[in-house]
């Protein structure tokens, strides 16, 4: 009843030429896999790249992060209506590496993931625990703190617009990935969470990604959980048939 939903973060990697022969090989081998969203989020710079190489196709191109605002004197930053319009239609929020890195925090997701709503993008908004986190039995409580402080600011028609990544930190780009029960859990949990503040259709309609270290080799499991409607999907994502085989899974 969920469409998959299968994303791939390029992060910092790729040029324009590589962006252009990535797609080349990777269009046709994921041209009948019709029944699933398909998304890649390039750099910016390369956004029109992938644009144009995927023009006529079903897949889609997403930013990897926006600003809040839609202009002004923010040195260095892209607002939602440039993404537009460069040809996105997607964007992914609150990436752990942005939280990381960057100083992201839950109150900045929800800015981000308003203003993308309002730019006409489809966010993809990522939650997850660090290691010390599950290690001392604190994962849900930390979901629930990432839910309330960003995702639960939505409206109910604002929410309906987005998926939720899950992506434990400690299994981005380690090769160490959560077990299938492991993101089960977490996605019942998160899927809690939503029925809780915006009620049980939502729960059930609500797509829940899962990323870290997500391979050909284990995305079929992953995707056989009733809770994964998706992956979303760093390293594995920049070889076109990796990444096509996990499209296919
Ligand atoms: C990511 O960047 O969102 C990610 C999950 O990376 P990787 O698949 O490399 O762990």
């Known amino acids: 009843m969920r469409t998959p939903l299968m994303a791939g973060n390029w992060k910092m990697y790729k040029s324009a030429s590589e962006t252009v022969e990535f797609f080349e ?27 144009d190489s995927v023009r006529g ?24 209506p440039m993404l537009k319009t460069v040809g996105a239609d997607w964007v992914i929020i609150g990436h752990s590496e942005r939280r990381q890195y960057f100083g992201e925090t839950d109150a900045t997701v929800l800015k ?16 997850g625990e660090k290691l010390e986190d599950r290690e001392s039995g604190a994962t849900n409580d930390v979901l629930k703190t990432q839910f309330d402080g960003g ?36 996605h019942k949990a998160i899927r809690a969470l939503v029925a809780g503040k915006f009620g049980a259709d939502a729960a059930a309609a ?18 056989s959980e009733e809770d994964i409607d998706g992956v979303l999907v760093g390293g594995a994502a920049l070889d076109p048939k990796s990444f096509a085989a996990i499209v296919n899974f």
């Not at 191109?61 to 040195?75: D, M, V």
């Open 151 to 186: 995702i639960a600011g939505l409206s109910a028609e604002q929410f309906a617009q987005i998926a939720i990544a899950y992506e434990p930190v400690w299994a981005i780009g380690t090769g160490k990935t959560a077990t299938p029960q492991m993101a089960e859990d977490a």
């Open 112 to 127: 981000r993931t308003i203003a993308a709503l309002e730019a006409g993008l489809k966010p993809i908004v990522c939650v």
């Open 25 to 51: 090989q990777f269009r046709p081998l994921v041209e009948a896999a019709n029944d699933r969203d398909i998304v890649i989020a390039p750099t910016f710079v390369n956004i029109p790249a992938a644009v």
């Open 206 to 223: 609500t797509r829940i990604l899962y990323g870290g270290s997500v391979k050909p080799d284990n995305a079929k499991i992953l995707m």
């Open 57 to 80: 196709s079903h897949i889609g191109i997403g930013g990897q992060n926006l600003h809040w605002a839609k202009e002004g004197a923010f040195t260095g930053e892209i607002s939602g």
